[in-house]
């Protein structure tokens, strides 16, 4: 959520740094709008309630028609008062509710455009690898080598679900295990969080407006959420606790399933396991002071690449442009590992830095050592997802359609290769 205090002080600044996002400057003007009548219905309400209290000190020292005069005064003011109120309490919804639609403003290093087209590649890392055989996606691969089964699956759950069997299953539980190891070696903390959420962590983190999540009804009781990335219960950990100074950056490491609805990506990515409803993912997660965010946001993309490296995956670097951030971040970087089955880069990992957008909302604040309490930033990215399964499987095949594993999950599987079925 923005902060309305500042939009007021410099309405033009906001109005130029969302139009990087594609938000017409004039919804800042009817914001604005929103906010005054807001803030002269209080105005109303409190001059009422100080009248009210003014003359209440005053009735007990008249007597006859001035006092019946006053009191018949009263009775008005506390009419009005109320009608206010009421007033005032819409006025509060209609204004939250316009608020809340606004995205986070991009920094100013966040990449200019308006699609994914524009994103900008900042570096490529290793060398794209080389086949003597047409190399297939891992749809493919995985359906020959009998570890993906994506046709019982449908008729179990639906499209875009799936049974990892055999190796590949046994591939996923050491890509996570590992990934998460790795992770708390850097000082992350490690967390398994709740699955499901209540709908205050679901909006306080940006992501209800997505229409991505499923939501379990209860009846007469709150609905709860199924958690798109662990990013929600994270981020939502601390909502309304102060932080102090001295604990802060807090960084985590948090494990778990995902659920996403992929509502709008009817056709797209149908085959394999690149866009589906459920998945396992890795998740870093800090809160820290503002002036710690950018550079802890390129500390976890370091981590990123490290994980990336470790792999042997080639990949490359990108700064997402404006028109393309998601509305929680103020910037973002995507690693696209090269999938040479479908000769192009896809997105395995992200890392955005959402500044005091999601902490404002769910009010996380740090208390400065001089006693100053300011508004924490966020940063989240992910460590590794199901898609590097993806990346392992077309990098690392072999022309009798067996898959080598990376050196680093070789421990973890007990085998060094997923032998093709004769």
């Given at each position: 959520?923005?902060?309305i205090?500042?939009i007021?002080?410099n309405?033009a600044?906001?109005?130029?740094?969302?139009?990087?996002?594609?938000?017409?400057?004039k919804?800042?003007?009817e914001?604005?709008?929103?906010d005054e009548?807001?803030?002269?219905?209080?105005?109303?309400?409190?001059?009422?309630?100080?009248?009210?209290?003014e003359?209440?000190?005053l009735i007990?020292?008249l007597?006859?028609?001035e006092?019946?005069?006053?009191?018949?005064?009263?009775?008005?003011?506390?009419?009005n008062k109320?009608?206010?109120?009421?007033l005032l309490e819409e006025a509060v919804r209609v204004?939250?509710e316009?608020?809340?639609?606004f995205?986070?403003?991009?920094?100013?290093?966040?990449?200019?455009?308006k699609?994914e087209t524009?994103?900008v590649v900042?570096?490529t890392v290793?060398?794209?690898?080389?086949f003597?055989?047409?190399?297939?996606?891992?749809s493919?691969?995985a359906?020959?080598?009998g570890?993906?089964?994506t046709?019982?699956?449908?008729?179990?759950?639906?499209?875009r679900?799936?049974?990892?069997r055999?190796?590949l299953a046994?591939?996923?539980?050491?890509?996570?295990?590992?990934a998460?190891?790795?992770v708390?070696?850097?000082?992350f903390?490690?967390m398994i969080?709740p699955f499901?959420t209540k709908?205050?962590?679901?909006?306080?983190?940006?992501?209800?407006?997505?229409?991505?999540n499923y939501?379990l009804?209860?009846g007469e009781e709150?609905?709860?959420?199924?958690?798109?990335t662990?990013?929600?219960?994270?981020?939502?950990?601390?909502?309304?606790?102060?932080?102090?100074e001295?604990d802060?950056?807090?960084k985590?490491?948090?494990?778990?399933p995902?659920?996403?609805?992929?509502a709008g990506?009817?056709?797209?990515?149908?085959k394999?396991i690149?866009?589906?409803?459920?998945?396992?993912?890795v998740e870093?997660?800090?809160?820290?002071l503002?002036e710690?965010?950018e550079k802890i946001?390129?500390e976890?993309?370091?981590a990123?690449e490290d994980?990336?490296?470790q792999?042997?995956?080639?990949?490359?670097v990108v700064n997402v442009c404006c028109?393309?951030?998601?509305?929680s971040?103020a910037?973002?970087?995507?690693?696209?590992a090269w999938?040479p089955?479908?000769?192009?880069y896809?997105e395995?990992t992200?890392?955005?830095?959402?500044?005091?957008?999601q902490?404002r909302?769910?009010?996380?604040r740090i208390?400065?050592?001089?006693?100053e309490i300011v508004?924490?930033?966020?940063i989240?990215?992910?460590?590794?997802s199901s898609?590097?399964?993806?990346a392992i499987?077309?990098?690392f095949?072999r022309k009798?359609?067996?898959?080598?594993?990376?050196k680093v999950l070789?421990p973890l599987?007990g085998f060094?290769?997923?032998e093709?079925k004769?």
């Amino acid at each position: 959520m923005l902060d309305i205090k500042e939009i007021r002080k410099n309405p033009a600044e906001f109005k130029k740094s969302l139009k990087r996002k594609g938000i017409d400057p004039k919804r800042i003007d009817e914001l604005l709008k929103l906010d005054e009548s807001k803030l002269n219905l209080l105005q109303h309400i409190e001059d009422a309630s100080a009248k009210q209290n003014e003359v209440s000190k005053l009735i007990p020292s008249l007597k006859g028609k001035e006092k019946e005069k006053l009191l018949a005064e009263m009775k008005v003011i506390s009419k009005n008062k109320k009608e206010q109120e009421i007033l005032l309490e819409e006025a509060v919804r209609v204004f939250g509710e316009a608020l809340d639609l606004f995205p986070n403003t991009p920094l100013e290093s966040a990449s200019e455009g308006k699609t994914e087209t524009d994103n900008v590649v900042i570096r490529t890392v290793g060398k794209k690898p080389k086949f003597d055989f047409t190399p297939k996606e891992h749809s493919e691969l995985a359906e020959k080598l009998g570890i993906l089964d994506t046709k019982r699956s449908a008729k179990v759950s639906g499209a875009r679900f799936y049974y990892l069997r055999n190796e590949l299953a046994t591939l996923q539980r050491a890509l996570i295990f590992w990934a998460f190891r790795e992770v708390t070696k850097k000082g992350f903390l490690p967390m398994i969080p709740p699955f499901l959420t209540k709908e205050k962590a679901i909006k306080g983190t940006g992501y209800f407006a997505h229409d991505e999540n499923y939501r379990l009804d209860l009846g007469e009781e709150e609905s709860l959420f199924l958690i798109g990335t662990s990013e929600v219960p994270m981020i939502s950990f601390y909502d309304n606790e102060i932080l102090e100074e001295k604990d802060v950056p807090q960084k985590f490491v948090s494990y778990s399933p995902c659920f996403r609805r992929e509502a709008g990506s009817y056709g797209k990515d149908t085959k394999g396991i690149f866009r589906v409803h459920q998945f396992e993912k890795v998740e870093m997660i800090v809160f820290c002071l503002p002036e710690q965010s950018e550079k802890i946001h390129e500390e976890i993309l370091k981590a990123e690449e490290d994980l990336m490296k470790q792999l042997g995956l080639h990949y490359q670097v990108v700064n997402v442009c404006c028109g393309d951030l998601g509305i929680s971040a103020a910037k973002k970087y995507d690693l696209e590992a090269w999938l040479p089955g479908q000769d192009r880069y896809r997105e395995m990992t992200s890392t955005s830095n959402c500044t005091d957008y999601q902490t404002r909302r769910l009010d996380v604040r740090i208390r400065r050592k001089n006693g100053e309490i300011v508004t924490a930033h966020t940063i989240n990215g992910t460590a590794v997802s199901s898609r590097p399964l993806i990346a392992i499987l077309e990098n690392f095949q072999r022309k009798d359609g067996s898959v080598d594993i990376p050196k680093v999950l070789q421990p973890l599987c007990g085998f060094k290769r997923i032998e093709a079925k004769k």
